[in-house]
C-alpha cells in the first residue's frame, strides 16, 4: 500500500468519524456558511504572478518543514507579500493542518483560500464552506469521474472555485467538465514523490484554455516561473520554498518583488 491510499484509508474513517459527531445541518448554520465567497481563479486570471502560497507543517515526503510558525502571521505576511491567494492544509495525520488553521486564516486575510485537502466525500466540501474557505481541491488519482462531476456541481451551489489536480493526460481526459474553475498540473509522482516540471510543460498543450491553468510542487525559481508562464500558466503554487525559511511572508515577499522586475 503506496502513502496515497494509506491516507485515503485514513480519511474514510476520519470522516465517519466526523459525521457521528457534526451533522451536516450543524455545518450549514455556522456563521461563516453565509459568507460571500472571492473568487481564487478570478484573482489568477488577472494577476501577474499568479503566486498561490501555501501553509504546510510537514509532508509525507519531507517530514517537519516548518512546526514553528504561528499561521495567523503566516496569513498577514503572504497578503502583505501580495500573494493571490493562500493555500491551508488540513489534513492532520499527515500533514499537521486543521480546519482550525482555516478559521484562523480566514480571520487574518482578505485573500481567497483554497481547502487543501483529500476530498473524498460531500461533507468536507459542505465543511469547507463552514470553514471560510472560497476554493477546493479534488485529485483526480483518488476519484471516479462521477464523483470529480457530483463534487464539482455541488462547490458551484456552494460558490466554491474548484481545482483539479492532475497528474497525467488520462487523468486529465477523465477529468475535463464544465463545473470546474482551474486545472492544476502536479509536478510531484504522489506515489514516488518524485517531482519533474516537465508534467506541467507536456499537459499544458491538452488543457483547455477556458480553465485557468496552474503549476503545482517542485516550484521553487523565478525562472521556473517565467517558463510556466510561456506554457500558458496563470498560477503557481508554493509551499515548501517559502514555509521552510523562518518568516514565510518575508521570503514570499521577495520572491514576488523579484519575479514583478
Not at 459525521?19 to 450549514?28: A, H, N, R, T, Y
Not at 464539482?152 to 474548484?162: E, G
Request: charged share 25%; with cysteine; net charge neutral.
Amino acid at each position: 500500500m503506496n502513502i496515497l491510499d494509506k491516507i485515503i484509508r485514513d480519511k474514510h474513517v476520519e470522516i465517519g468519524l466526523k459525521k457521528s459527531l457534526i451533522p451536516v445541518s450543524q455545518l450549514e448554520n455556522s456563521v461563516l456558511f453565509e459568507r460571500q465567497t472571492m473568487s481564487l481563479a478570478t484573482a489568477l486570471s488577472k494577476s501577474k504572478t499568479g503566486i498561490i502560497a501555501e501553509h504546510k507543517r510537514r509532508s509525507p515526503s519531507k517530514s517537519v518543514i516548518n512546526q514553528n510558525t504561528n499561521i495567523q502571521d503566516v496569513a498577514k505576511g503572504y497578503e502583505v507579500a501580495g500573494v493571490c491567494g493562500m493555500s491551508v492544509l488540513t489534513d492532520g495525520k499527515y500533514f499537521g493542518g486543521s480546519l482550525d488553521d482555516l478559521l484562523i486564516t480566514r480571520a487574518s486575510c482578505h485573500l481567497p483560500i483554497l481547502r487543501k485537502e483529500f476530498i473524498v466525500d460531500t461533507y468536507q466540501i459542505i465543511e469547507a464552506k463552514a470553514y471560510g474557505a472560497d476554493a477546493i481541491l479534488l485529485i483526480a488519482a483518488i476519484l471516479s469521474k462521477d464523483e470529480i462531476k457530483q463534487f464539482s456541481k455541488l462547490a458551484k451551489t456552494l460558490h466554491l472555485d474548484v481545482l483539479l489536480e492532475v497528474h497525467n493526460e488520462a487523468e486529465l481526459h477523465k477529468s475535463i467538465m464544465p463545473s470546474l474553475d482551474m486545472l492544476g498540473v502536479n509536478n510531484r509522482n504522489l506515489k514516488t514523490f518524485e517531482v519533474s516540471l516537465e508534467t506541467s510543460k507536456t499537459l499544458s498543450k491538452i488543457i483547455p484554455d477556458e480553465f485557468v491553468k496552474v503549476s503545482e510542487s517542485g516550484i521553487s525559481s523565478i525562472e521556473s516561473i517565467r517558463e510556466l508562464q510561456s506554457y500558458g500558466y496563470k498560477g503557481f503554487l508554493i509551499g515548501e520554498n517559502f514555509m521552510k525559511t523562518n518568516n514565510p511572508g518575508e521570503t514570499a515577499k521577495e520572491f514576488i518583488d523579484n519575479l514583478e522586475i
